[in-house]
């Protein structure tokens, strides 16, 4: 049996929470460092100092008791490693198996920043990188469905169910088998599919370099215009929808429907910021002193 807290072990495959990187949908990981990482170019990030981890890993146990004490299910921890039957680069170290059933428990404790990305309970509306670390799950053990038990905010348990989505599971499949076989195993460098990824290959520009667009380049820019144009559009029509309410909310902090459910706030709050343009007439010579360069390659379509 092999521990599959253990780094090295996850170096050998694609464990759950990497699912989401292989799809570009991780919010804080890329797949070039997922690619380092695997490939041994990297170390894997250290996080057993991070205090969300840390509280994470103390509310699991208490969260995964709420969790039966509202279903009335029983869960059980699973302490191996799973993998798929076929590709055995896909493992999977889950929280909880449910007992007496072909399911799975996830368990998350979720910020209050990011709360609005969590739906109603009992639905399927979590993160999206989240419902990849489900589905990743799925495939791998064939079991029937998947609950997440999120604590938000640390004051309120919402249960979530993911149904096994055979399409779903197949398109996941697929993508991991490439970035894994076409990419780890090959060693070659998977090409970028988000800006960051193309910022951390090309940090510096060179100013006497000037290349000339292809036909497939020049359809890529024709699109990106099109669909700026758009989004400009729905920002725009958004920001007089936000206006219209803040204008009926006038000062209240807080807007309710008339079953008393919050609908949307509006607080004040106080923030302390340094005035550069101050500190630097009147003291010059900490300006000096505590300088701070950076470089930044900003992109735009003209």
């Known amino acids: 049996m092999q521990n599959a807290s253990n780094p090295e072990i996850r170096k050998l495959g694609l464990g759950g929470s ?26 894997s990030p250290d996080l057993a100092d991070v205090e969300a ?4 890993i103390h509310l699991e146990q208490p969260i995964a008791e ?21 590709h055995q680069f896909m493992q999977g170290h889950i929280d909880r198996k449910i007992s007496n059933m072909t399911a799975g428990l996830e368990i998350k404790t979720v910020g209050i920043r990011s709360a609005h990305l969590w739906g109603e309970e009992g639905s399927e509306q979590i993160p999206a ?6 589905v990743h799950y799925l495939a791998v053990t064939g079991w029937g469905f998947w609950d997440v038990a999120a604590l938000i905010g640390g004051q309120s348990l919402r249960i979530f169910t993911v149904d096994r989505d055979e399409d779903e599971i197949r398109d996941l499949i697929r993508k991991e088998v490439d ?29 006497d370099s000037t290349m000339e667009a292809s036909v497939f380049v020049h ?22 929808h936000k206006a219209t309410i803040q ?12 079953e008393g459910k919050k609908l949307a706030s509006w ?12 500190l630097k007439e009147a003291r010059p010579e900490l300006w000096e002193e505590f300088p701070k360069q950076s470089t930044v390659r900003t992109f735009r379509i003209v």
């Not at 709420?66 to 076929?86: A, D, F, L, Q, S």
């Open 18 to 43: 990497d699912a989401g990187i292989v799809l570009g949908l991780n919010p804080w990981r890329t797949r070039l460092e997922l690619w380092q990482e695997k490939t041994g170019r990297a170390d």
């Open 53 to 56: 981890v840390q509280w994470g």
């Open 66 to 86: 709420e969790y039966t004490r509202r279903t009335g299910r029983k869960v059980r921890r699973v302490n191996r490693t799973i993998r798929h039957g076929k």
């Open 129 to 134: 990188h989240y419902r990849a670390q489900v």
């Open 179 to 207: 970035f894994w076989q076409d990419h780890v195993v090959s060693d070659v460098l998977p090409e970028p599919i988000q800006t960051r990824e193309s910022s951390m290959l090309y940090p510096v520009s060179d100013p």
């Open 219 to 240: 359809n890529e820019i024709n699109c990106a215009k099109k669909i700026s144009g758009k989004i400009d559009e729905l920002k725009k029509t958004l920001d007089r």
């Open 247 to 258: 204008n009926r909310m006038g000062a209240a902090e807080f807007l309710i429907s008339y």
């Open 267 to 278: 607080k004040s709050s106080t923030r302390n910021d340094i005035d550069k343009a101050a």
